[in-house]
């Protein structure tokens, strides 16, 4: 708008900033309909503007001062400082394979520019030369030099941070089975606290001392493993599986119907009982269910779920035991138990 409304003796000071906006307005549209998937596309062509617009001025310029048309630091717009901003945004924005880009733009328009400027002392010494060489030249230092030794060390952060996350990972989960740990399980239920209702599984392996007694400890952590894997299978929608601890697993569930939970129980139950293990054979698992209840009452639905294995185990195991199911035979515990008292 300003060339437009104030043009100059030459033409390019008008045509090549309304191109370049045009361009840059068009670009702008098309990011804004899409930008989480055109943002690399959308740098990419931003840097091929940058390219096509500063450096054609800078070498129609040069060109005209060589040949004595004009005098080069009255004539050359002042873009400087939009050059040496954009060619670090490159170098900082884009990825490091794109460095050698941000170089090349930057020397195709400092290298002519200092060249002529220190060909021409008499141009060099004024205010306006004084200002070309200071902005171009410890730009330079700026551009080769500061930003690739920053961009290295946002690569470091970078993989610092990577690395970070992946402890973070690993830390949460239990290294032999691949599933949550108790801290795992801990982060899980801290992310879905506002879940309406959650039931909960207890898996306990049977017998499980006598296997590795029998086969060995190494073979012990395969049968592990293996159970982990086909707990994976059962179960699809939002739910947390971990190692509860030893041969135990807990499988939490987000949101169940009743009945849902008594299926996955049976499908947990089923998945060993019927499919042998190939080192073992046979190998059984006692399944404790708590209710249904919100998520603040996780701790009570542990005991219930644990009640309910326990209770498994002292009926011969390999076996689901519901909660539900069970309290009438607590409530007459109870009563007997009121009566000795």
């Not at 307005?25 to 959308?42: G, M, S």
């Not at 920053?150 to 470091?156: A, G, K, V």
Request: one cysteine or more; proline letters at 4%.
């Amino acid at each position: 708008m300003f060339f437009n409304i104030y043009p100059t003796q030459f033409a390019i000071d008008s045509l090549q900033p309304a191109i370049t906006s045009l361009l840059c307005l068009l670009l702008l549209l098309y990011f804004h309909q899409k930008p989480l998937t055109r943002i690399r596309k959308t740098t990419n062509i931003y840097t091929a503007i940058t390219l096509l617009t500063f450096t054609p001025a800078t070498f129609y310029f040069t060109h005209g001062a060589w040949q004595g048309d004009i005098r080069f630091i009255e004539s050359y717009p002042p873009i400087s400082g939009m050059i040496v901003l954009t060619s670090t945004l490159v170098m900082l924005m884009l990825p490091k394979k794109y460095a050698k880009l941000a170089a090349l733009i930057w020397a195709l328009n400092a290298l002519p520019v200092l060249h002529y400027l220190f060909t021409h002392p008499e141009e060099l010494h004024t205010t306006r030369g004084y200002d070309l060489l200071f902005i171009f030249g410890p730009a330079s230092l700026l551009i080769f030099v500061i930003i690739p030794y920053q961009q290295s060390m946002r690569e470091q952060m970078e993989k610092i941070s990577y690395d970070l996350t992946r402890y973070k990972l690993h830390a949460d989960r239990d290294f032999l089975t691949d599933t949550l740990n108790r801290r795992g399980l801990d982060s899980w239920l801290t992310r879905n606290h506002q879940l309406e209702s959650m039931g909960l599984l207890l898996i306990d392996v049977d017998y499980f001392k006598n296997i590795n007694d029998r086969f060995g400890h190494s073979t012990g952590d395969h049968v592990l493993v293996e159970i982990a894997s086909r707990l994976r299978t059962v179960y699809h929608d939002n739910h947390c599986l971990a190692r509860w601890g030893g041969e135990e697993f807990i499988l939490v569930v987000a949101n169940p119907a009743p009945a849902a939970l008594n299926k996955l129980a049976a499908d947990c139950h089923t998945v060993f009982r019927h499919i042998p293990f190939r080192t073992v054979g046979k190998v059984t698992t006692s399944i404790g269910v708590s209710r249904i209840a919100g998520a603040q009452d996780f701790d009570r639905l542990i005991e219930e779920a644990d009640q309910a294995l326990y209770h498994a185990k002292e009926n011969g195991r390999d076996q689901v035991v519901m909660f539900s199911e069970m309290q009438p035979q607590l409530s007459e515990k109870m009563k007997r138990l009121m009566m000795l008292d």
